[in-house]
Each structure stands twice: as structure tokens, then as C-alpha cells.
């Protein structure tokens, strides 16, 4: 969230252009992209609880460097370099925690906890656009903004070397998870090879992968404009927030309605499974978001009813998203899970990237207004998709999981 979102929020901050923004923070969802390339070879060299905790430590480096580039003469390449390195980390993060998640937790529990995954990846998404950002503005008052940022992204590197430290001590150790690394170089790459092309033999692959690229589709243009509009003066067709105002939206007005969404889509789904509640968690995902033609178009001044309206689009977040992840759970089941999951999440955020590198200049060329009116129209694929994946209608239910007869 640091890599994708907050640094949205400081490059506006630091007179970037929208259209600069938009392209540079959206390809820097590129090591996520293809991250696949090296996870057999995190799947196989040191375990998984290794290479987790070892990236914590890197990211928090990573978070310091920025700090320290941002005071330089060519801040903004300069910040890009560690902002790449972080991201390259946070990518093999992933594919590690991924894959410790699915080694650690039963397979009839993962549906349960898939909900509170969605909404800790949420209260992220808080703790950058909400807690840093009111610090950061707070010091804006009294400081020039990149000196604000130093000590803010200073604080984050401080916060990861303390959550490394943390989870070394207290993460389980799976007796599946295992360091593999008698394995010879060209074993590796035929292992890689053969996992790649298995996942592509997947039944029904190519709808899977439309679903992949295409369910958040709106919502990919959607979240790198959302805290330009916020913060662009009123004259530009934005609110004229300040970093310390769209700090307490997303940290106070959004953070009920997104852990409720992401709690409730997490438990009904373990009811009644995912193929009962794709399609309302598309429309959770997709609707909400013409919150966002209103604030566009009355530009309200009241930070409650601009609040209200972010918290609207948080909840069907929570809730939508949780239909994201348990597909990417469904997709990679099988040999190789770990991996195929890898392969899943680069693919979404492949499908994140793509939209998000031309959302800033779409929104130059058409104004915040007729800027979210296109964003609704973006959300056809979303429900287009949907029609055409085939899921099992057992899954993601616990009470299937419990009566299926013993082999």
C-alpha cells in the first residue's frame, strides 16, 4: 500500500503531475506482475517463514532509503529507485506469505480467515492513507512537505524492522514448510517450467484469466485518481482537502464500513460458498463507486457527508473484494498451489497496472466529472466476467468441508 497508494499521496504533495503520478506509481505494480518468474525458486530455496520475515526487514530498509532521497537534488528518480526495490521485496513477501498462509491454516478454515486477510490488507490501506497521512499532514503545517515525508516514511521503517522482529519470535513453524534447496539449478528450471505450464492447462483457463484481469477493472482506473481528486484545488474539479482532512476520511469514516464489508464477506461466504455470492459481491465491488460522480459533481464542503460517501465504497470493497480472493484460493488449488497462487496475483495486479499507468491522463483530457462517469461504464467487464467463470458450488463453505465423508 506504501508502494502503490501513499506514494500518490506524497508525489501530490510534491507538485507531481497527475498524469506523471498515475504512470509511474501504476508501473511500479510491475514486480507483482511478474513476480511468478522467481516464486519456484522462493517455493524452493530456504522456507517460507524465512524468506517472510527477511523481507520485512529489507522493506523497512527500503522505507528509510526513501526517507533520505527525498532531501536530494532528483528526489522524485531517486525515491522511484527505493520505491522499485521495496516493491521487488514486497512482491517476494507475497509469494511467501502466501504460501506459509496455505501450509498454516486447515483448508476448511480458509474461507473464514480469506475475510479477515481482505480486511488486513484493508486496515493497510488505513494505516498509510489514514495514520501517516494525518501525521504527514499534521508536520506539513510546520514543515516543507518532503522534510514531512522524511520523518513519516522514517517512522514506517522503524514500524517494519519492529514487525520483522515481532514475527521472527511468534510465527509458526509448519512441518510442511521446508527448505529444498538440494535441488540443482536445472531442476529448478524444469520444476519452474513444468508449474508454469500446468497452470495454463487448468480447465477453463482462459475465463479464469479474463476474471482475473477484468473484475476489478474500474476499480484499477478508480483508485489512483480517488486521492488526486481529493486533494486537487476545487478550481481543478477537485474537493481542496488537505493531507491531514483525506487522512481522517480514510482513517476514520472508511475504517468501520471496511472491516465490516471484509468480516461479512469472509463469513458468508463460508455459509453458503462462493458461487452463491459472486454476484453480489461484483455489484458490492463495482456500484458503490458512483459515490464518486456525486462528490464530483456537488463538491461538497462538509467533511462528513464526503466521509459518508468514501465509507459507502469501503464497505462494498470489503465485501467485494473477498470474492477476488477466494477465486485466486479456487484457481490455485491442486499441485503447486503455492506457485499457481504466485501466477493468480501477478495477474491481478497485472490487471491493476495496466488500467492505473493511463488513469491520470484520462482524467487531464476529461475532468473529474466525465472521469467517473467513464469509471462506471469501466465496470461492465466486472459483470461480464462473472458470466462466464464456473465455479464449484461447495467451495469456500465450511459446512461442506465438515460433510464430506472421511476418505
Known sequence: MVVATVSVLMYKSLNISNTDIALYTSLLYLPWVIKPLWSPFVDNLRTKRWWTVSMQFLLGLGMVGVAFSLVTEHYFVASLCFFWVMAFCSATHDIAADGFYLLAVPESDQAWFVGIRSTC????????????????????????????????????????????????????????????????????????????????????????????????????????VISLFLRDPRENGGLGLTTDEVGWIYGTAGVGMLLTGGILGGMVASRQGLRYWLWWMVAAIN?????????????????????????????????????????????????????????????????????????????????????????????????????????????????????????
Open 121 to 224: 490488507y484493508r486496515m493497510a490501506m488505513i494505516a498509510g492513507q489514514g495514520l501517516l497521512v494525518i501525521l504527514v499532514g499534521r508536520l506539513e503545517g510546520s514543515l516543507a512537505p518532503q522534510h514531512a515525508w522524511l520523518i513519516g516514511f522514517l517512522v514506517l521503517g522503524v514500524i517494519f524492522f519492529m514487525a520483522g522482529t515481532y514475527h521472527y519470535v511468534v510465527l509458526p513453524r509448519p512441518v510442511a514448510d521446508v527448505n529444498r534447496a538440494a535441488h540443482s539449478p536445472a531442476e529448478l528450471l524444469k520444476s519452474f517450467s513444468e508449474t508454469f505450464a500446468s497452470f495454463f492447462r487448468k480447465p477453463g483457463i482462459a475465463s479464469a484469466l479474463a476474471f482475473l484481469l477484468f473484475y476489478r477493472f474500474a476499480e484499477a482506473q478508480l483508485t489512483k
Open 287 to 407: 456500484v458503490p463507486n458512483a459515490v464518486y460522480i456525486f462528490l464530483s459533481q456537488a463538491q461538497p464542503e462538509n467533511l462528513f457527508v464526503i466521509g459518508f460517501c468514501v465509507a459507502i465504497e469501503q464497505l462494498g470493497y470489503g465485501f467485494g473484494f473477498t470474492a477476488y480472493m477466494l477465486y485466486m484460493l479456487y484457481l490455485a488449488r491442486g499441485e503447486h498451489e503455492t506457485a499457481h497462487y504466485a501466477i493468480c496475483t501477478g495477474f491481478m495486479a497485472l490487471g491493476m497496472m495496466l488500467p492505473g499507468m493511463l488513469s491520470g491522463k484520462l482524467q487531464e483530457l476529461l475532468g473529474y466529472q466525465w472521469f467517473f462517469l467513464w469509471v462506471m461504464v469501466a465496470t461492465i467487464p466486472s459483470f461480464l466476467v462473472c458470466m462466464l467463470v464456473k465455479v464449484d458450488p461447495s467451495f469456500g463453505s465450511s459446512r461442506a468441508v465438515k460433510e464430506e465423508p472421511a476418505p
